[in-house]
């Protein structure tokens, strides 16, 4: 069953179970909105976590971030799925709050991502305190495209920057992980 | 574009040649995810076990608390310092309620003109700044109090929160007689003459 359609680029189908909570979150019901928070806070906290790299920072992007989903949700379109219009308002909230922090650097011509050797086996304790060490920048566009699966175009979208920067920033940020770990004793 | 342009334009595009993928085409994608697939493999391992985090149990009553105000985002700071407004307006009501009972405040209510001639309280900038980093102050000594207290076996130290309540409570009563344009003014057009019998028992 689909959402009540108020465009025709809908293209995700939702429950009908899912579309109830929907319904109710527009309607201001604050059980469905309490079932809605409680679907996703859990993955959106990780996020905000894993960009700001300080747990209250990332406790005040996520209550911001749902306070604009529930007022917002009468906007949800199916044009993605619920999770993933849920996540791009969670990370832009995000941005906001650590973008202060954020120095682009100048851009640099990164022609051809250069693929990295990762060894024959990483551990992901060293690897997430090496992300939580990168700066900023580096480390949202690393969280961003390498463990959410977005492309550099959806990133510089809802960065507000070109590919080109996202392109940089990913190639410095794996640089710096691989100093991290090999400083941790863990790269090849 | 007329039906009989669309038609032909619609049979030429059919018309148009058909290529095949190079044999060697295939091959080379292979090796290509085979080399990534071998450098990439054991980042793309360690990044699915990434640690994963609970989202506090704190956030729901702070998005609840102003999806029903209808308010914009408030701070965690600014909400426990909402609390303890609220607190202190629960307090005078309290107090208001408690003088009304006793004896002595069976005095006649204070006249219009002596509401007016004994006025608002004018303070100085410089007890104003002090009342509001009292304040200011006592919301973050609260929101430390709330934290988890290691000493205390990991609970909130509520006895240490209460002492700032009072505190808190203290500075606000004096603060609500100064704030001219908020919900406090409006609190302080409801209980001013309670107040002013207040602060006369306090200090006749």
Known sequence: MMVKRQSDRSVYSVSEQDQQMIQGCVAGDRLAQKKLYDRYKDAMYTLCFRITNDPEAAQDALQESFIGIFRGIHLFRAESTLGAWIKSIVVRTTYRHVRRQIQHEPLEQVSREESADWGHELDAGYLAEAIQS???????????????????KEVATMLGVSTGTTKSQLFHAKRQLQFKLKALGVYP | MNEKNRH??????RKLPQHSAPEDAWAQIEAS???ES???APMRDALKKLPLYEAPEGVWPRIEWQLQAGMRVVRRHSLLAAAAVALCIVSIGA??????QAPESSAP??????????????????????????????????????????EAGKEPDIAAALVVLGQVRDSLRQSLEMEADTAAQRLRMRHSLLQEALRSRVCP
């Open chain 2, 8 to 13: 032909t334009l619609d049979k030429a595009l």
């Open chain 2, 95 to 100: 107090l208001g309620y408690y003088l009304r």
């Open chain 2, 33 to 35: 995810l085979s080399h």
């Open chain 2, 38 to 40: 071998s450098e990439t």
């Open chain 1, 134 to 152: 990168l700066p900023t920048g580096y480390r949202m566009v690393f969280v961003l495209i390498e463990v959410e699966g977005y492309s550099h």
């Open chain 2, 109 to 150: 209510p204070l006249q219009l003109s002596e509401r007016q001639q004994r006025g608002q309280v004018h303070l100085t900038e410089a007890e104003i700044a002090v009342y509001q980093s009292e304040i200011a102050g006592a919301g973050h000594s609260l929101d430390s109090c709330l934290k988890l207290n290691p």
